[in-house]
């Protein structure tokens, strides 16, 4: 049976004194995929902020643990060495740090390991060719001039390379084209495994199309108003978030 792996309960967040979510409750176990969808506004990135404890979200009520342990008040920096990955919807673009030493540092940090350079190396060329990447991007400087379809190709290496125990892949999907979504579900793919778990944040099915999810939640105005699986996705597809309003 399935281990429990992350558990929100009764999750009330505030940002600049406005109440975003209103009693989150939400368990994933590993092996699973969730996605939680819903209209712009309705909490969903405030969800995946307050997982990783972002400064700029008040936790007023409710609790989450990872793997039984209470991460509700650590530093991001301590929830990420615990195994939570979070891809950005606008990845940060660094000037003068090449993606493959931004790698190295963030897998040193994570492991507490020193990385050892010729498995990296390997390591990265394998997953680069699994998705479609340019080897000359790997020494440019992090997302800096990269289309958006790059960034969010190397938002998925990154998470292959730190191979977390929850990845929440926020709006990763995000104006990418076909060939571009089909690219980062491969990735999704190629990361998942019965140890480790995957929350997706979106507003739209386009990434669904490629994947074969556990559960979909559907959170409009703070709390999440229905769960299904992935019919319910293309219900919404269909039919859009009126219904929920």
Do not use: C, W
């Not at 950005?88 to 897998?107: D, H």
């Not at 990418?176 to 999704?188: E, N, R």
Request: hydrophobic share 35%.
């Amino acid at each position: 049976m399935s281990q429990d792996l992350l558990e929100i309960k009764d999750l009330h967040v505030k940002a600049e004194d406005k109440e975003i979510l209103k009693g989150i409750n939400l368990k994933i176990k590993k092996g699973e995929i969730h996605v939680i969808m819903g209209p712009n506004g309705s909490g969903k990135t405030t969800t995946a902020n307050s997982i990783l404890n972002n400064p700029a979200y008040q936790k007023v009520n409710g609790s989450i643990t990872l793997e039984g342990e209470d991460i509700t008040h650590l530093k991001t920096d301590e929830i990420a060495r615990k195994g939570i990955f979070m891809s950005f919807q606008l990845p940060e673009e660094i000037p003068g740090v090449s993606v493959t030493n931004f790698l190295k540092y963030a897998k040193n940090k994570v492991t507490g390991k020193p990385v050892k350079v010729f498995q990296f190396k390997d390591e990265l060329e394998t997953y680069m060719k699994e998705l479609n990447m340019n080897p000359k991007n790997m020494e440019r400087s992090l997302n800096v001039g990269f289309s958006g379809g790059e960034k969010k190709k190397n938002e998925i290496l990154q998470m292959l390379v730190l191979n977390p125990k929850l990845a929440i892949l926020d709006e990763t999907d995000s104006g990418l084209d076909v060939d571009a979504i089909k690219t980062v579900s491969k990735g999704i793919e190629m990361f998942k495994n019965d140890e480790n778990a995957i929350l997706i944040i979106t507003h739209n099915t386009k990434i669904l199309h490629s994947l074969n999810v556990d559960y979909v939640h559907v959170l409009v105005d703070g709390k999440i108003v229905k769960t299904g699986g992935q019919d319910l996705a293309k219900e919404i597809e269909e039919n859009g978030y009126s219904q929920y309003k």
